[in-house]
T-cell receptor
Framework: GEDVEQSLFLSVREGDSSVINCTYT??????LYWYKQEPGAGLQLLTY?????DMKQDQRLTVLLNKKDKHLSLRIADTQTGDSAIYFC?????????????FGQGTELSVKP | DTGVSQDPRHKITKRGQNVTFRCDPI?????LYWYRQTLGQGPEFLTY????????KSRLLSDRFSAERPKGSFSTLEIQRTEQGDSAMYLC????????????FGDGTRLSIL
């Protein structure tokens, strides 16, 4: 089946690194995504990784993928108060002609000054 | 690039009324998606269009829901005889036609049923 799980809350100090974790169940996932949602707003695409990669870096963001364990993580270096938001992990499943995304519940990141 | 645009941003209505939301995708995107997000949850897929063709519908999309994309550009989502459980954020996303192109989301329409 298709299921994506994330821990619900993470609290860090400004300047520290944040690591948000996600597990998924569908081994046929093609792409895995990280989106950010601020209060009252839609989802902002942060980064994504193809399932045949194990790491992708984009400025302060590093995505790590362990395909064997179906585990995805997002590391935010030098976390700022502006990074406080809800972060969603999502998978796109192979064989789904529409490419619909299956989302986790979201991890609320709180950054304390 | 003006992004995905949704209208209205907020809609408050009484139970039993019909509501319609509009989504304007990024202009060169031929795929358009509707999702529903309830409080404290991630978005859930409702339906998807490639150009004007509606290619997939979720079991969440009851017969009170209908979506259209008549000219392959903007889309509308209508909910008839609204119920309390329809209160949610309705999100629209669009993407290009290739599988490696990610979905970009609008700011959503928040529906509140009184």
């Amino acid at each position: 089946g298709e299921d994506v799980e994330q821990s619900l809350f993470l609290s860090v100090r400004e300047g520290d690194s944040s690591v948000i974790n996600c597990t998924y169940t569908d081994s046929s996932s093609t792409y895995l995504y990280w989106y950010k949602q601020e209060p009252g707003a839609g989802l902002q695409l942060l980064t994504y990784i193809f399932s045949n990669m194990d790491m992708k870096q984009d400025q302060r963001l590093t995505v790590l993928l362990n395909k064997k364990d179906k585990h995805l993580s997002l590391r935010i270096a030098d976390t700022q108060t502006g990074d406080s938001a809800i972060y969603f992990c999502a998978e796109k499943v192979l064989g789904n002609q529409g490419g619909k995304l299956i989302f986790g519940q979201g991890t609320e990141l709180s950054v304390k000054p | 690039d003006t992004g995905v645009s949704q209208d209205p941003r907020h809609k408050i209505t009484k139970r039993g009324q019909n509501v319609t939301f509009r989504c304007d995708p990024i202009s060169e995107h031929n795929r358009l998606y509707w999702y529903r997000q309830t409080l404290g949850q991630g978005p859930e897929f409702l339906t998807y269009f490639q150009n004007e063709a509606q290619l997939e519908k979720s079991r969440l999309l009851s017969d009170r829901f209908s979506a259209e994309r008549p000219k392959g550009s903007f889309s509308t989502l209508e909910i008839q005889r609204t119920e309390q459980g329809d209160s949610a954020m309705y999100l629209c996303a669009s993407s290009g036609q290739y599988s490696n192109q990610p979905q970009h989301f609008g700011d959503g329409t928040r529906l509140s049923i009184l």
